[in-house]
């Protein structure tokens, strides 16, 4: 009943595309958790398209798109790119769904955010200063307000009694910033959010599975990111792995069957944190601008390195991942070799298991060197056109991780994806 394709890296994976790439096939698309910190770049007609908020699958006709309880929403974000799709000819208001209890992002979690962050010196997580960690916070320490309470009467009273509670946090960090436009944006923005179609949406999804019909759940960030599993504490505040599909939409996890794991043929990181295979050298730079690796939310060069099995292997573990999509497969075309991460050496030790902290230990990556195939893939339709020397990079990985690559993305190009036997 239920698919889920979610990213096994620390993000930036791709996802967007290849969401939009199966979205014709179910009935429902739904984002399960995250906020304005993702960033889904889709090419709609030769015009690119950056979602936050929206699910991928909003430029399908007569597909149904639902932002679970699971994601933190911001209503200034959603309703600029409400009006982006818009301007693309979409009547998001017909096919666009929100959760009662999905929780808002306040102009204050922006500002302790923000302050947090700057507190941190030299230590920063690498956050996009878009108030998700403190929302989050929020949540957990059961204070947050919902997109449901917005149509309270009392909404204004809850909201005057958390912001309150958030300039005494404030105070802490000597924040001095005047957020008073923050805060006109935002009523403007709940008003409009008003408008859209705010649902029950742990009943509305499993209506729809008794209908029959076919759920398509969008992860955003990456397994690499998850705060239980992921490097922490450089990782996001919510469940990125699959099951976060099951606390992010109210969904059982019988009804979970194929999880389509995406990554790409190298690897990048956006932000602080441990990085094994990461490269300091004239190949990540090239790697890096072959790639346009830099934020699709905030912008910042992405920092690129070569694939890492370990992490990868741990990534589908955790999710029970079925079929690997590869993306940016072209970005490698013209490099006359590869590396592949397929142990780490710890402290000596070889190993093929993710440490509890990585950045307490000394790592270092043990490579198997592969010839590259230094040929033009970008306008390749069938797996059997593709270069021998391709073949034999995806079969390693396919044989290290013991799950195949199923789905090969050779260009931005909604087109551009081929199809494994």
């Known amino acids: 009943m239920v698919d889920v394709i979610l990213g096994l890296q620390w993000g930036d994976e791709g996802k ?25 770049t889709l090419y709609i007609n030769g015009t690119k398209m950056v979602l936050h908020q929206i699910p991928s699958g909003i430029f399908h006709e007569n597909k149904i798109n639902l932002i679970g309880n699971g994601v933190v929403l911001d209503p200034v974000t959603l309703k600029r790119e409400c009006g982006s799709v818009a301007a693309m000819g979409i009547d998001f208001k017909k096919n666009l769904f929100i959760s009662e209890r999905a929780h808002l992002i306040l102009p204050t979690h922006r500002a302790i955010d923000k302050a947090s962050e700057t507190a941190k010196g030299n230590e920063k997580i690498g956050s996009t200063l878009k108030g998700i960690s403190p929302a989050y916070m929020d949540k957990t320490g059961r204070n947050g307000l919902r997109v449901g309470d917005i149509l309270d009467k009392n909404f204004t009273s809850q909201y005057i009694k958390l912001r309150l509670k958030h300039q005494k946090l404030l105070e802490n960090f000597s924040f001095a910033e005047d957020i008073s436009a923050w805060e006109e944006e935002f009523f403007e923005a709940l008003e409009f959010l008003k408008q859209l179609q705010i649902i029950n949406g742990e009943y509305f999804i499993n209506d729809k599975m008794q209908q029959g019909k076919k759920i398509l759940a969008e992860g955003a960030q990456g397994s690499m990111l998850d705060v239980d599993f992921g490097t922490f504490p450089y990782v996001t505040s919510s469940s990125t792995i699959s099951a976060g599909v099951c606390t992010g939409l109210g969904i059982a996890p019988q ?62 573990m955790i999710n029970g991942v079925t079929q690997l999509v590869m993306t940016k497969a072209d970005v490698l075309d013209a490099l006359d070799s590869l ?17 509890f902290q990585m950045s307490r230990v000394n790592i270092e990556p043990v490579y198997k060197k592969f010839d590259g195939w230094q040929s033009d893939i970008t306008a390749v339709k069938k797996y059997k056109d593709l270069p021998a020397k391709m073949k034999i990079y995806i079969d390693h990985l396919n044989k290290v991780l013991g799950v195949e690559v199923k789905y090969i993305s050779n260009g931005p190009g909604s087109d551009q994806i081929i199809v494994a036997p």
């Open 16 to 40: 967007g595309k290849i969401v939009d790439y199966f979205a014709p096939k179910y009935d429902v698309i739904a984002r399960f958790q995250g906020g304005p910190n993702a960033g889904h």
């Open 255 to 316: 009804k979970i069957k194929e999880v389509l794991g995406v990554t790409k043929a190298y690897c990048t990181r956006v932000g602080s944190g441990p990085f094994p295979t990461e490269l300091h050298d004239e190949t990540g730079e090239l790697i890096r601008t072959t790639g346009n690796e830099f934020g699709s939310t905030t912008g910042r060069p992405r920092r690129c390195g070569w694939i890492d099995l370990v992490a990868l292997k741990f990534a589908c």
């Open 339 to 355: 590396q592949v991460c397929d142990l780490y050496k710890i402290n000596g030790e070889n190993s093929s298991q993710i440490p």
